[in-house]
């Protein structure tokens, strides 16, 4: 398995099948602003040249200043027949290098309130989870996880 930095054929490819890989509508999610606008750190999971993973992620400038604060994962996806392989774990590990080497200091991401999959993977990858009611406007919660870098 290879990581690299995502193509515009790789994102076109993960649009296509991502409502298929989970399963219903979902490509909405792969906002094109990810790869057009703030793809330099996204990711794709290669094995022999078949796209078996992606990480959509970012570095958010910090206020004030220069060097990014936090990374920010929005989307990950794996494609069906490679789940529990560690191609998830690999994305995020080379996603939090990088981002640890452009200055970082934190990474965080965010799922829905039981997507218990989402939040066991972060758990072990030693992430802190916590739920926020008014995360996404009042009374609208996620499940907000952190790693200090």
């Given at each position: 398995?290879?990581?690299?930095?995502?193509?515009?054929?790789?994102?076109?490819?993960?649009?296509?099948?991502l409502d298929r890989?989970?399963?219903?509508?979902?490509?909405?999610?792969?906002?094109?602003?990810?790869?057009?606008?703030?793809?330099?750190?996204?990711?794709?999971?290669?094995?022999?040249?078949?796209?078996?993973?992606?990480?959509?992620?970012?570095?958010?400038?910090?206020?004030?200043?220069?060097?990014?604060?936090?990374?920010?994962?929005?989307?990950?996806?794996?494609?069906?027949?490679?789940?529990?392989?560690?191609?998830?774990?690999r994305l995020y590990?080379?996603?939090?290098?990088?981002?640890?080497?452009?200055?970082?200091?934190r990474v965080k991401?965010?799922?829905?309130?039981?997507?218990?999959?989402?939040?066991?993977?972060?758990?072990?990858?030693?992430?802190?989870?916590?739920?926020?009611?008014?995360?996404?406007?009042?009374?609208?919660?996620?499940?907000?996880?952190?790693?200090?870098?």
């Amino acid at each position: 398995m290879q990581i690299r930095g995502i193509t515009k054929t790789d994102y076109d490819h993960v649009v296509s099948v991502l409502d298929r890989w989970w399963g219903g509508p979902s490509r909405e999610q792969a906002h094109p602003i990810f790869f057009y606008e703030l793809g330099e750190h996204a990711l794709i999971a290669d094995d022999e040249g078949e796209v078996i993973g992606f990480l959509l992620g970012f570095l958010a400038p910090s206020a004030g200043g220069d060097v990014p604060h936090t990374a920010y994962v929005h989307l990950v996806g794996i494609h069906p027949e490679h789940r529990r392989r560690g191609v998830g774990k690999r994305l995020y590990e080379v996603f939090v290098d990088r981002a640890r080497q452009a200055g970082a200091r934190r990474v965080k991401a965010i799922t829905n309130v039981g997507n218990e999959g989402s939040i066991e993977f972060h758990r072990a990858l030693g992430f802190s989870v916590v739920e926020d009611h008014d995360y996404a406007g009042p009374n609208r919660t996620r499940v907000v996880f952190t790693k200090e870098l």
